[in-house]
């Protein structure tokens, strides 16, 4: 008979993150970065507060690069300080998510 061993399940713990845009109301705003493949398809809403863009993901602990699309154009997070190249020469924004 052959011992099978069951692989114990690991306990994820994510964390919520608030992503936040500032811009003139009426935007196209997408977040996109490691977390989603680079895609656009992460929509972010200013039915809130007009001009004030949000999404909140869950992720787990780890880094992220990431960037803001809008209109159809690449921004990094101006309000936050922390970079990294991106291999374009260019930048991202850069993200930290630490374990609870």
Do not use: H
């Not at 507060?49 to 997070?77: A, C, H, M, S």
């Amino acid at each position: 008979m052959k011992n099978v061993r069951k692989e114990a399940k690991r306990t994820v713990c994510r964390r919520a993150v608030d992503f936040v845009f500032e811009d003139a109301p009426g935007k196209e705003v997408f977040l996109a970065g490691s977390f989603n493949n680079w895609q656009m398809t992460t929509p972010m809403s200013d039915r809130k507060t007009p001009g004030v863009y949000i999404r909140r993901l869950l992720l787990e602990p780890g880094e992220y690069q990431y960037k803001f699309v809008v209109n159809g154009e690449w921004r990094l997070d101006g309000s936050n300080g922390c970079f990294a190249p991106n291999g374009f020469g260019e930048l991202n924004s850069l993200l930290k998510v630490e374990p609870k």
